[in-house]
């Protein structure tokens, strides 16, 4: 079954017809071309389709499109703007927190909203105060909230000193 | 810039502002009209053939353009090999083995499709159980039969050696060690995975795929279609990972192939969905492995003996260089080393980072430390009592071997000193804290296969042309340095070219051989371009200048054994209660030459070494030995390290340029770097606990008594 609906992604509308069973991921890849998200496991288990779904950090590959008309999406395409990279993007460069880069704008994205997340006083399972104002996004913290994006390469320990200097700033 | 300063330089990645952008393109990226879809059919016994196929159903559904099986797909001309044939016949030799596979409109047709093709096998019994006393164990052939060198193991080394009397030095020998090893099946899981978009026409096929060799997923491809390699175009610029699994294993693109052929012009979009990767694109074979060592009394080994049994595929002989590290990193007058097989109905392995060495030197160091400790004394200052002054086996000096320089220089910088001698070493908030060492090793190849072609115009732009691959490594930046530096010219100046069969020949990213082949290619063209513009009074003509070169040989090779090395350093905390290991803290200090990009490099090994963490921790197929099925087959249920797995990881490398491997004075460093890590940890979860796990991965199960 088909079913017509609207996603507004990286700051562009799209009016586009998809299957029911299209899930958000091949939405984007397959039908409109928009390739920034990654396909890793399809199951949620990577992270690296990890976009801005309504500003938070969702998988797009366990979410449907039909269910989603309407959204307001973000890729990491969509953090830069133009050709001025968003800090994120440039401190992942600077640390070369990533080599094969198949991970790396799930792990961008993920980490812009793991940012706002921890402003906003959300603690993780390894925050020891869950009451507390303010998180510390130290070395544990940023590891713990940045778990659900795995990178084969390994390169966690750029990734973490690459989204803590941008958290400092 | 000038060229003077490239190699050295920590240059940021030349196509990192595309990585963070998602905007490098990746083989099932690029834009293509009105694709096709392909979902294959698994086979869901692990030993027996097909009897009957119902495709009916599937063909019926609305948006389906074709299924094919064993029963239509084409006959192929080069059948036989379960690495790049498939569908050649309805029989089955693992659990997970394409038998058919759906082209249609969409994925999800073509994936709800497939699962309307109903099979029927007629089924063998399942052989699975991997153990060293099965009385069918072989030696290997693994050359032989499938590679184009000679010897037993797949690098052409022998299954078996043998130096002195190994039993009559075992016999002489005051102190003694015997103790067996094993290690499970590993896979790799590259994030992208081995996906493909395939164009076939009567005149070019076209081929964009994940690839670590373009040039030899042309050549296995065009064997296997009975074709002209000029007719295929294989294009891969961007990989996002492989491991190893994006060498040999190429079914997958033989399938898209087919699924191309079955809608002529059509492009037609496959990608293995992250649970078939875990049959169909290889795996790191199961090994047991018996190590023996015999010392006098001041601890100088006597004798050292490594047997070894790995896991193969009924399908096809896989056997790897397990024993090749034991040959060569202590000295010992009394040696042998034995590689035997154990043939199951398991899919066919392959090699994964570290080939060989990996699972070896987890036995290996494992043993060094246990004897170390066992005689009463310090596990560096064994190792460096038995440092070798040439190869032990071939007699050959080493091109240059700085291990003892590593583990001395590890010593200072972890900490080495304030260990302590007992164990459990030390307690705190109820976790054991212990702290172990290690040494690596990994061999610097040079493989035959490389041609570069530099151009000059008359705008004093460079461009360098060679079909390599970038799969992590840092090759588009590396390449362009070393380019540069021979070149004397600023990296800015060259325009590099890799990942394309339309570019000279090129080894495959693998063996650590990288810079060594393609950056020894391009240093030779680099010397004759520049020849060529002194003959031409240094002015570059109008209509530019060009060269192409092939690899030259090393006349040192069969002077010296060339290979990388290097110690870790681990800290561990083991969990009084839990059995929880935590690694808060690895160390690897590294001599692998002169280091093209420290940056790069640096990131290449310290993500060598967080996959040597999840090797010792957590990575391991459950196999059911009924089925013969991978029964854990996603990322929830074979966990590889994840972030908040990590703690601190430092690397520092000694920089100490070798003479003789290549004209830019490095050695291989992308696979040194997991080769040891295991056994790092291992040895420091017994000096934390009196626990000595012989058995990966260390969970917390084997830590609780």
């Known amino acids: 079954m088909d079913q017509e609906i609207t996603l507004r992604v990286d700051g562009k509308e799209h009016t586009l017809t998809v299957d029911t069973r299209t899930t958000l991921l091949d939405a ?21 389709c990890t976009v801005l779904l309504d500003g938070r950090r969702a998988n797009s590959c366990l979410v449907l499109a039909v269910a989603n008309a309407g959204a307001e999406v973000v890729t990491a395409a969509g953090l830069a703007d133009g050709d001025e990279l968003h800090p994120m993007q440039r401190s992942f460069i600077s640390h070369d927190a990533f080599q094969c880069g198949y991970c790396t704008p799930g792990q961008i994205v993920s980490a812009v909203a793991m940012l706002r997340e921890a402003e906003a006083g959300w603690p993780s399972v390894v925050s020891e105060d869950l009451d507390a104002d303010e998180v510390v996004l130290d070395h544990g913290e940023i590891a713990e909230r940045m778990s659900g994006n795995l990178c084969r390469c390994a390169a966690y320990a750029n990734i973490v000193p690459a989204i803590a200097e941008v958290a400092r700033s | 810039m000038s060229g003077r300063g490239a190699v050295g330089a920590p240059l940021d990645r030349v196509e990192g502002h595309l990585k963070v952008r998602g905007a490098a393109t990746y083989a099932n990226e690029w834009p293509v009209e009105n694709p096709a879809y392909l979902y294959p059919l698994l086979s869901t016994i692990a030993s027996g053939r097909v009897t009957g196929v119902d495709a009916s159903a599937a063909t019926a559904e609305p948006g389906v353009l074709g299924v094919l099986t064993h029963l239509n797909a084409p006959k192929l001309a080069w059948p036989n090999d379960p690495e790049v044939a498939a569908l050649q016949s309805g029989e089955v030799a693992f659990h997970g083995q394409f038998v058919g596979a759906v082209v249609a409109e969409s994925i999800e047709i073509a994936r709800y499709a497939a699962g309307l093709v109903t099979l029927e096998y007629e089924k063998r019994p399942v052989d699975v159980d991997m153990r060293a006393d099965r009385d069918d164990l072989l030696k290997p052939q693994h050359a032989a039969i499938f590679g184009s060198q000679p010897g037993d193991l797949q690098d052409g080394s022998s299954a078996d050696s043998a130096v002195g009397d190994f039993e009559a030095g075992m016999d002489s020998a005051i102190h003694t ?23 076939w026409t009567d005149d070019e096929i076209t081929l964009y795929c994940s690839s670590q060799g373009v040039h030899l997923h042309r050549t296995l491809l065009a064997n296997a279609f009975g074709i002209d390699a000029s007719r295929i175009r ?171 320089t590593c583990l001395r220089e590890g010593s200072r910088r972890f900490g080495w000193e304030h260990r302590a001698p007992a164990t459990p070493a030390r307690s705190e908030n109820g976790w054991l804290i212990g702290t172990g060492v290690a040494s690596s090793t990994y061999p610097s190849p040079r493989l035959p296969g490389n041609t570069a072609t530099i151009r000059v115009g008359a705008d004093g732009r460079h461009t360098v042309r060679i079909a390599a691959a970038d799969i992590g490594t840092g090759t588009w930046t590396t390449l362009a340095q070393i380019a540069a530096e021979a070149l004397d010219v600023a990296v800015e100046d060259v325009t590099l070219q890799i990942g394309d069969t339309d570019h000279p020949l090129a080894s495959s990213a693998g063996f650590s051989s990288g810079i060594n082949c393609w950056g020894t290619t391009i240093h030779a063209a680099a010397g004759e371009l520049r020849a060529a513009l002194n003959e031409n009074g240094g002015a570059v003509p109008d209509e530019g200048l060009e060269v192409t070169t092939d690899i ?25 209660d839990t059995g929880e290991v935590r690694v808060p803290r690895l160390l690897g200090v590294f001599d692998v030459g002169r280091v093209i990009n420290p940056k790069t490099a640096r990131s290449q090994l310290l993500g ?50 070798d003479p003789y491997v290549n004209p830019m004075g490095s050695k291989g460093a992308g696979e040194v770097c997991i080769v040891g890590t295991a056994a790092a940890i291992a040895n420091a979860v017994c000096h934390a606990t009196g626990i000595r796990v012989r058995d990966l991965p260390i969970t917390l199960d084997k830590l609780l008594r």
């Not at chain 2, 590993?186 to 395939?198: M, N, R, Y």
């Not at chain 2, 090797?615 to 996603?634: K, S, W």
């Open chain 1, 28 to 48: 984007l890849r397959e039908r409109l071309g928009i390739t920034s998200a990654k396909k890793g496991c399809d199951h949620g288990q990577c992270g690296a």
């Open chain 2, 177 to 199: 060690l015997d103790a067996t090893y094993s290690t499970p099946i590993q896979h790799h899981h590259p994030l992208e995975p081995h996906t493909a978009i395939a164009v």
């Open chain 2, 234 to 404: 294989v294009i891969s610029p961007h990989v996002g990972g492989a491991f190893g699994s994006k060498v040999f294993p190429v079914t997958w693109a033989t399938l898209a192939f087919m699924g191309a052929q079955l809608v002529p012009g059509r492009p037609v979009k496959f990608a293995l969905t992250r649970q078939q990767m875990f049959t169909l694109v290889g795996h790191r074979p199961a090994t047991i492995q018996r190590i023996r060592l015999g010392a006098d009394a001041d601890g100088r080994l006597v004798a050292l003996g490594h047997d070894v049994v790995q896991e193969t595929a009924r399908a096809k002989q896989y056997a790897e260089q397990t024993v090749a590290a034991s040959r060569l990193m202590y000295a010992a007058p009394h040696r042998r080393t034995t590689t035997r097989i154990a043939t199951l109905d398991l899919p066919v392995p392959t090699i994964m980072r570290g080939p060989g060495e990996a699972t070896g030197m987890f036995a290996l160091e494992s043993a060094m430390d246990e004897f170390a400790v066992s005689m009463g004394m310090d596990p560096i200052e064994f190792r460096v009592l038995n440092e070798p002054a040439v190869h032990p086996e071939s007699g050959l000096p080493f091109s240059s071997r700085h291990l003892v």
């Open chain 2, 552 to 576: 030259p040989d090393n006349p040192y090779i069969a002077q010296y054994a060339m290979y990388s090395f290097g110690a870790q350093f681990a800290e561990v905390r083991v969990h009084e």
């Open chain 2, 608 to 657: 060598g070494m967080t996959q040597g963490l999840s090797m010792a921790l957590h990575e391991a197929a459950a196999i059911d030995p009924r089925y013969g099925h991978v029964v854990n087959n996603d990322l929830g249920g074979y966990h590889f390290a994840a972030n908040a797995d990590v703690g601190s990881i430092e690397v520092h490398c000694l920089e100490e340029r």
